[in-house]
């Protein structure tokens, strides 16, 4: 069977947002191309966390049955206990949850690997390094490093937090700030993490908290590894007056005494969970900011970080990701969708999609506020329970479905026959 459009959608990038959508896109029949930079699809060695938000779409483009598979084990609620990280580690307050949120942590080569399994065959295309992409009246040219063009009906810029198409659809360079924290991430064997946290904190997500840092420990589903992320803020400086500077690398090697210093009279169970992290290395944790005042530009889209790169702390910058992909290939795939209105399509992405994902952007940074005690109540702990109750509602319970027959409506497609 030929494809069921007239057009044809080109990918820049093949991390999570750009493979997930590309398994979307494929799924309903919709003619794609995926363009890499490296040699092949690679993600770093860590977990990765998904909500309940982003499972809904994972389940919808046949991603999840699989993940099921691999990981070998039932799927269940992912809610957080957040422990206080100094001396005494007082529970703070247990995320209560639905019975429906069922969540995800898994390995992300795993994931990636999972997905790419989807992928069908021919579309992917390797040490594609896009330097430039140029819109004419009926078709997009996409420039690579190689001197090699392609064209394409549109173009889906998922080429992350420093992204070249961001370019293309401001108008200006925009590039991602230091957000002055730096984090450390570690896989930690389930059996250490267990002596350093006992084995009721080890097999479930916690965040600790604690002044101008936080931790993150959530075990990773189908194996006996424990993800840590652990999170520092120099909140003495503009983010302007820290951080790499441009040209220069946002990942260092780092060592264990320089992540351990700043833990200094915080308590036993924290030094001993780090003293398990040996080879760290420090990030540079970057965001838009302000957030972007467009995802679209014409025939050229922007998903995923190179839209709304934002701060850790919700879990959530891959779970925007996939939302952008479902709201994408549920609009490209309606029936009334051909090559004549994908301008409009675009437009209506851009209307339901940039209110959501931005308000994620910048609930991930007030989260990382009260997490580090320098949120609206600051290191009262009572009062920072308040500030904690439903920190990930809006994100967990979003009804994308809606913002899909939004962007109908604003179409014009009411009444018509959805595919
Ligand atoms: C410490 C930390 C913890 C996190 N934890 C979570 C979490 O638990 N849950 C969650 O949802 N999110 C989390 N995130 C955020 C999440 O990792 C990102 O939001 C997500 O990976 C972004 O995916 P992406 O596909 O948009 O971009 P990327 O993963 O950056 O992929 C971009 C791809 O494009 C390619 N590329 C770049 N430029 C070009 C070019 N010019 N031409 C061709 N290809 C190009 C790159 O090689 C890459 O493959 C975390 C982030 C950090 C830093």
Redesign the pocket.
């Known amino acids: 069977m030929g494809p069921k459009k007239d057009f044809k959608v080109s990918i820049?990038?093949?991390?999570?947002?750009?493979l997930v959508l590309a398994v979307g896109l494929a799924r309903r029949g919709i003619e794609v191309n995926i363009?890499?930079?490296?040699k092949k699809?690679?993600?770093t060695g860590?977990?990765?966390?998904?909500g309940p938000n982003?499972v809904k779409v994972l389940q919808d483009f046949g991603i999840l049955d699989e993940i099921v598979k691999v990981v070998n084990q039932p799927l269940n609620t992912r809610t957080f206990v957040f422990i206080s990280g100094l001396p005494g580690h007082e529970t703070i307050y247990e995320y209560p949850g639905l019975e429906s949120d069922i969540g995800l942590g898994v390995h992300r080569t795993q994931f990636l690997d999972t997905v790419v399994k989807l992928l069908p065959p021919g579309i992917a295309h390797f040490n594609?390094?896009?330097?430039s992409v140029e819109e004419g009246p009926e078709s997009v040219n996409i420039h690579f490093e190689d001197g090699i063009q392609h064209t394409s009906d549109i173009v889906i810029g998922?080429?992350?937090?420093?992204?070249?198409i961001r370019r293309a659809v401001l108008g200006r360079v925009v590039v991602a700030k230091f957000t002055g924290t730096v984090?450390f991430?570690g896989l930690i064997p389930v059996d250490s993490a267990i002596e350093a946290l006992g084995p009721r904190i080890a097999v479930k997500p916690h965040v600790f908290v604690g002044p101008d840092r936080h931790l993150t420990v959530y075990p990773l589903q189908g194996q006996p590894i424990v993800n840590a992320?652990v999170f520092i803020t120099d909140r003495s400086k503009p983010w302007d007056e820290q951080g790499p500077q441009p040209g220069e690398s946002w990942v260092l090697p780092a060592t264990q005494e320089e992540m351990l210093g700043y833990f200094e009279g915080w308590g036993p169970r924290i030094t001993k969970l780090l003293s398990f992290i040996t080879k760290p290395n420090k990030?540079f944790?970057h965001a838009l900011s302000p957030p972007l005042e467009t995802y679209v530009k014409g025939r050229i889209a922007l998903?995923?970080?190179?839209a709304h790169?934002?701060l850790?702390h919700l879990?959530?910058?891959?779970?925007?990701?996939m939302e952008d992909g479902y709201v994408f290939s549920a609009l490209l795939s309606h029936p009334a969708v051909n090559k004549n209105n994908l301008k409009d399509v675009l437009k209506a992405y851009d209307n339901v999609r940039r209110p959501r994902a931005n308000r994620v952007l910048e609930g991930s940074s007030n989260a990382g506020e009260i997490y580090e005690l320098a949120g609206p109540s600051g290191s009262n702990l009572h009062e920072v329970r308040n500030d904690l109750t439903g920190n990930w509602d809006f994100v967990w319970h979003h009804d994308l479905d809606q913002d899909v027959r939004t962007a109908f409506s604003i179409l014009g497609f009411e009444g018509k026959e959805e595919s």
């Open positions: 820049v990038g093949g991390g999570i947002g750009g363009f890499e930079q490296a699809f690679e993600e860590a977990g990765v966390g998904v982003a594609k390094k896009c330097v998922c080429d992350g937090i420093r992204s070249v984090a991430r992320g990030w944790l998903l995923g970080d190179a790169s934002m850790p879990g959530a910058g891959a779970g925007q990701a």
